[in-house]
Nanobody
């Protein structure tokens, strides 16, 4: 069992930056692929970014590519989402998710249905 807790959300102006953190506890974090998803009011949850267990492979939603960066520190059991050049359409609740994988796996997963564990979410609001 893994527990995920997101932090770092808040209110920011257009063009600003935020860094979200997702701290994991419970079983070792290093054998988990992790991802970030978001859900805006009235919309379905959508994929944002994902990173393999080693951190060597990443994949992004086209809407955030070049602006957001996902990274992880397995020693600290934490995954990060650095968000730059924020836009009003980035406003949403952001969720961290983890999927158990084999050690040394380089795979990542885009679909939310693959993930086993979810955090409670953190609100990001971008004002224009």
């Amino acid at each position: 069992q893994v527990q995920l807790v997101e932090s770092g959300g808040g209110l920011v102006q257009v063009g600003g930056s935020l860094r979200l953190s997702c701290a994991a506890s419970g079983r070792t974090f290093s054998s988990y692929c992790t991802g970030w998803f978001r859900q805006a009011p009235g919309k379905e949850r959508e994929f944002v970014a994902t990173i393999s267990w080693s951190g060597g492979n990443t994949y992004y939603n086209d809407s955030v590519k070049g602006r957001f960066t996902i990274s992880r520190d397995n020693a600290e059991s934490t995954v990060y989402l650095q968000m730059n050049s924020l836009k009003p359409e980035d406003t949403a609740v952001y969720y961290c998710a983890a999927k158990s994988v084999l050690p040394y796996s380089r795979r990542y997963y885009v679909g939310s249905e693959y993930y086993d564990y979810w955090g409670q979410g953190t609100q990001v609001t971008v004002s224009s």
